[in-house]
């Protein structure tokens, strides 16, 4: 009978430096000390955290975090080791601090999305001339392997759209606002006090955490730079607890959407990506619509592969530890064995369409006079502008003369449902255009 191998001990040695000992930080260093000896027999080479770089040696700890390794020296963490791992978050001093690791020779570790999406190509350019590696799982939605699925799973597939919830604090606060009818303003207060949104929550509710993500995705999806201001935001600080009403009266469920998709703005036009974050409805059988609380979720359409679904926790200190260690392993892996990371991918240089050319549904709510011929004159003004109505529904009564109508339009670009929405306006059996709502999820 064949035996299972032991693991036979690791010969090899090499030393990790950690910038920053916060939320996540802090679990990077407790579980690469109490799991020291898995990761050694996972990357073939014991981890032993030298230096740990934070701003107030001095401050309070978890004591998972050796105070003899604590430092204010981060620069001499960053070029003393073999493997850095950097968790300090934003652009400066991180991005300096990175560069000065490869130029070292180090291979690096990071969770800092803002940073990849504003610097991710000088980045990727000094790992390469370093011939080191360069990983960042924990970069988009946490603890769900989301890049490593786009950057290699997806490696042999073309892959056609990504529609994520990207953001556990929004969509706790969309949650709460939907399933307990709380209000923005107390939705908000109740994810600060669970320390899911940051005390200053602007880049949460803005949709800005969510736009680095999808810029993250979208470079990887369609091997295409994507940065930071190739993305269209809308975050969710004006939604109201009747537009969660309404989404319900449709059927539907209200949700911050990070959205990278290949599209064709008019038929015959050359093809381009669309990347964009905003709120959107998603029918209440979509599979986004059910994720719940702080979670994250992302779907991933390709041609071959069809439709796949990565569900999981998007933040947290030990959750994005497990995103993180798992770079670490690779990283560790290839000083040991030999073999690198991917490199950045670009061949396919997409354009990027500007957010006039983003297609997709929209459902429109029209208050009208509810008179012979309102419907059709309605339809024409659709017709008028090459947009195509899928259904309509008369759903409230407001008086004997007066109904609302809700219209759901087949997809179309945006310039063009702007043109509608105007013709709408000036439509005299139009007596006022009540919402105009993104649609997303068939
Ligand atoms: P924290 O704010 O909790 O921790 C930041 C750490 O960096 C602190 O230890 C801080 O030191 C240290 N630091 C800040 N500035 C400096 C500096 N100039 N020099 C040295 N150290 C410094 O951040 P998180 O752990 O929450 O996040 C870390 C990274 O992980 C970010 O890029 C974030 O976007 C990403 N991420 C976080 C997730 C989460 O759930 N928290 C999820 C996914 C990704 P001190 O302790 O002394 O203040
Ligand atoms: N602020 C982010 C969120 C943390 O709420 O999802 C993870 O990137």
Known sequence: MVQPQSSAPSSRALTVGVLGAGTVGTQVIRLLTEQAEEFAARSGALLTVTGVAVRDVEAP????????????DATAVATG????????????PART????????GASVITGNKALIAAHGPELYAAAAAAGTDFYYEAAVAGAIPVVYALRESMAGDRVTSVLGIVNG???YILDEMSTKGLSFERALAAAQELGYA??????????LDAAAKAAIIASLAFHTRVGLDDVTVEGIREITSQDIR??????CELKLLAIAQRC?????????????????????????????????????EAESAGRLMFYGQGAGGAPTASAVLSDVVAAAAHRVHGGQAPREST??????????????????????????????????????HAVSINSVRQSAYVSQEQAVVTIVTHPAPVSRLDAAVEGLGACERVLEVVSIRRVEGE
């Open 347 to 384: 061949y396919a240089a997409l354009p990027i369409l500007g957010p006039g050319a983003a297609v997709t549904r929209y459902q429109i709510q029209l208050l009208v006079d509810d008179a012979p011929g309102s419907l059709a004159a309605m339809a024409g003004v659709f017709a008028d």
């Open 97 to 104: 601090l990175i560069l000065a690791a490869f130029k070292a």
């Open 198 to 207: 940051e005390a200053d929550p602007t880049a949460d509710v803005e949709g």
């Open 246 to 251: 309404e989404a319900h009266a449709s059927g």
């Open 61 to 72: 700890r978890d004591p998972a975090v050796p105070r003899e390794l604590l430092t204010d």
């Open 81 to 92: 080791n073999d493997l850095v791992i950097e968790l300090i978050g934003g652009i400066e």
């Open 264 to 300: 064709r703005p008019e038929a015959g036009a050359a093809e381009g990506i669309s990347v964009r974050v905003h709120p959107a409805l998603v029918p209440t059988d979509h599979p986004l619509a059910s994720v719940h609380g702080a979670f994250n979720a992302v779907l991933v």
């Open 169 to 171: 604090t929004t969509n």
